[in-house]
């Protein structure tokens, strides 16, 4: 369950410790890739980072997890 790398992760953004809070974020995707809670964690956590590029990237690839559905294109809209 990638459930105690989100956690962690984002106890170590909380703590400033982006690279590390990172990993951890990347970590829970590899375990479960179609995620919602771990690609919306590492999407927002590049956001906070002000990594657009990246966020916007991150933001697509949880819209592509969703599907057509409303709520992967709200998540997408959001981040515009």
């Given at each position: 369950?990638?459930?105690?790398?989100?956690?962690?992760?984002?106890?170590?953004?909380?703590?400033?410790?982006?690279?590390?809070?990172?990993?951890?974020?990347?970590?829970?995707?590899?375990?479960?890739?179609?995620?919602?809670?771990?690609?919306?964690?590492?999407?927002?956590?590049?956001?906070a980072e002000r990594r657009l590029d990246a966020a916007e990237r991150a933001y697509k690839d949880l819209s592509a997890v969703l599907g057509d559905s409303p709520e992967g294109l709200m998540e997408l809209a959001d981040f515009y």
């Open positions: 369950s990638p459930l105690g790398y989100l956690e962690y992760g984002r106890f170590l953004s909380y703590a400033d410790r982006a690279p590390e809070a990172e990993a951890q974020f990347r970590r829970a995707i590899e375990i479960d890739s179609t995620s919602f809670e771990a690609r919306e964690a590492l999407a927002t956590f590049y956001l």
